[in-house]
């Protein structure tokens, strides 16, 4: 859990006692549920293998995808002012977690600054994330939505080592689109348009972004 989500300033110590923190890792197939929304809240999971989305259900019974999260991440964090989760987290593949439990993580970043440093830097850049998706939905247009969620996953492939032009869309495109404010078909249409105009390649969840460049322009990104 540590070389995934906490990997900076610790000194041999903390990573010591993080070691020791994390003794429950799960592995869930496609589909089962990390949480659901009401379940009592006591630990965040960091994605070891695999990935998951987050999602709120509406008074119909409808889902509205609220996060696309993988390996590196941690998720839960919805959780902590209530204490019960506010949203439910599936697995859009085999994936494994590890249980970080709260109570014990608190502990622990108040014995060790840099740790608690962490946390931090990792709460700021989730609300970073937040307010970029916020500002996508209200101000984009269809495709600059589309674009800019492309160039997204392609910064965070290759933040996590992975390469940031070819990659597997977990999410399908109605999931996609619920994360967009889109309609499936708008989705699809946009994907073809993209690759019509050689701004990518796409065959099933296989994607390959061919013009980084205009993918930039686009999203208002710059080249």
Do not use: W
């Amino acid at each position: 859990m540590r070389e995934l989500c906490l990997p900076v300033g610790l000194d041999a110590a903390a990573l010591k006692e993080v070691d020791r923190l994390v003794t429950d890792r799960r592995r869930l197939d496609k589909g089962a549920a990390v949480y659901r929304a009401g379940d009592p809240f006591s630990a965040l999971y960091a994605i070891r293998l695999g990935s998951c989305k987050t999602a709120v259900l509406a008074e119909d019974g409808r889902e509205q995808v609220a996060g696309y999260h993988m390996i590196g991440d941690i998720i839960g964090l919805d959780g902590i002012a209530t204490e019960r989760h506010a949203c439910q987290a599936i697995v859009l593949e085999d994936t494994e977690v590890c249980v970080i439990p709260f109570t014990q993580l608190e502990g622990l970043a108040r014995r060790f600054p840099s740790l608690q440093h962490n946390l931090h830097q990792f709460l700021s850049r989730e609300i970073g994330r937040d307010q970029s998706m916020m500002l996508l939905l209200g101000n984009m247009r269809a495709d600059e939505r589309l674009a800019a969620f492309l160039l997204s996953l392609s910064d965070r492939y290759r933040q996590h080592g992975y390469s940031a032009t070819e990659f597997v869309l977990r999410m399908t495109r109605e999931e996609i689109g619920s994360y967009l404010g889109l309609k499936l078909e708008t989705v699809s249409r946009l994907l073809s348009r993209f690759q019509s105009k050689g701004l990518l390649k796409v065959r099933g969840r296989e994607l390959k972004l061919l013009d980084m460049p205009a993918l930039k322009q686009l999203a208002g990104r710059g080249s």
